[in-house]
């Protein structure tokens, strides 16, 4: 008996690799471009920051806040809903932009202005002041409130604050000021990952349920 | 040829099943109720109490209690100055009164809890911020607060930065 040859047909094999790489590759959507570079700072919590139901506020090193918030039909809602009320006189395109976007962080007066942007000229263009917090102007307060009504005021919604090792303490103290305004008292600070430092009381802590598991 | 498809696709599916994305870390931070904040503070007793101050160029300024003992806050020695490093610095001074503290025992005879009380002085920074809140996190600390820093508070950091010769 002839013994039968190894060589397989591999077209059908191939063909479907390559419909799986041109479905990824067309499907893929990356994150739009953020307009400010933030280093966080380092903690030994392990908390993962979630992707969905999410309001992010961003503070660079000079103190500007920026907004931002998950989900193109939320975001789309909240935009809507702060042109009607504040009369911001955005059109479909500036609206599709801030859809699209990622954060912003400018005062409602020149919002539209910073909406006709392109990523890069916001990256390096100084229209943007960052939202303003004053108590007679507390536009973030606005933002904030308006965000939770887009996102359904469900309560998985999640405050989370991203600042720069840099920035000046009263900043943050405006914006937790601001949170507690609006009676929001839980919230998350994004911080990168650091180890526990050996012999610490969080360290045993950790090998002790370790013990316990095995 | 085969084989190197085969080789290719094992290759693919090996680091698509392991690999991760690495994800931003977040730290809990629970805002005290600024009704509650009056209360809260009178519950603190004065034994049980460490007042952790942030200052600026990451100095950390600390006393012992609330200061709201005058005799106390009159001695010399009363305010002092540290810093973050991993001796010697702040986490020592935690663990050194958290374990006193644990000694002391309340009406009903269990052991009491420190209370770190945390106030950031103008010229300190979010890291520091967070630093410290991530050595409450490191020492286990159950129960702190972060209040708003007093003018008498600003008077002795100036008065440290000064004689420290803190610019």
């Not at chain 2, 600390?141 to 930065?161: C, G, L, N, P």
Request: hydrophobic share 40%; aromatic share 8%.
């Amino acid at each position: 008996m002839p013994r039968k040859s190894t060589l397989i047909d591999m077209t059908a094999m191939c063909d479907v690799a390559f419909l799986l790489l041109t479905f990824f590759m067309l499907a893929t959507k990356f994150k739009p471009d953020e307009p400010v570079a933030v280093v966080t700072p380092s903690s030994i919590n392990t908390q993962l920051l979630p992707d969905a139901d999410v309001i992010l506020l961003t503070v660079d090193k000079d103190g500007r806040v920026f907004f931002s918030m998950d989900g193109q039909p939320k975001r789309r809602q909240l935009i809507e809903d702060l042109n009607t009320n504040f009369k911001l006189g955005l059109d479909e395109k500036d609206i599709r932009n801030f859809m699209i976007g990622s954060s912003v962080g400018t005062d409602f007066k020149n919002l539209k202005q910073v909406l006709n942007l392109t990523a890069d000229q916001r990256k390096h263009g100084n229209v943007e002041k960052g939202i303003p917090m004053d108590s007679t102007n507390n536009e973030l307060a606005i933002w904030i409130e308006y965000a939770r009504a887009a996102q359904g005021n469900n309560n998985k919604l999640k405050y989370c604050i991203k600042a720069d090792n840099e920035t000046p303490y009263p900043v943050i103290k405006r914006v937790l000021d601001t949170f507690k305004e609006k009676k929001i008292q839980k919230l998350n600070l994004v911080t990168n990952l650091e180890a526990k430092p050996a012999g610490s009381a969080a360290a045993l802590y950790e090998e002790q349920n370790q013990d316990k598991a095995h | 040829m085969t084989p190197m498809v085969d080789l290719g696709f094992l290759l693919i599916t090996f680091f698509m099943l392991t690999t991760t994305m690495s994800k931003p870390k977040t730290m809990d931070l629970i805002m005290p109720k600024d009704t509650e904040k009056q209360e809260e503070q009178n519950k603190v007793k004065e034994s049980t109490a460490l007042t952790i101050l942030l200052g600026k160029k990451d100095q950390v300024y600390y006393y012992e209690g609330l200061a709201q003992d005058p005799n106390a806050s009159s001695n010399p020695d009363f305010f002092k100055a540290t810093t973050f490093a991993n001796t010697n610095g702040i986490r020592d001074v935690i663990i050194k009164k958290r374990d006193e503290v644990a000694r002391l025992r309340n009406s009903k005879g269990e052991p009491e809890d420190v209370v770190v009380i945390i106030k950031a002085d103008d010229g300190s920074t979010y890291k520091n911020f967070v630093d410290l809140l991530d050595e409450m996190a490191i020492n286990r600390i159950q129960r702190y607060a972060t209040v708003d820093i007093s003018d008498q508070d600003k008077q002795w950091i100036k008065s440290t930065e000064a004689s420290n010769g803190i610019q």
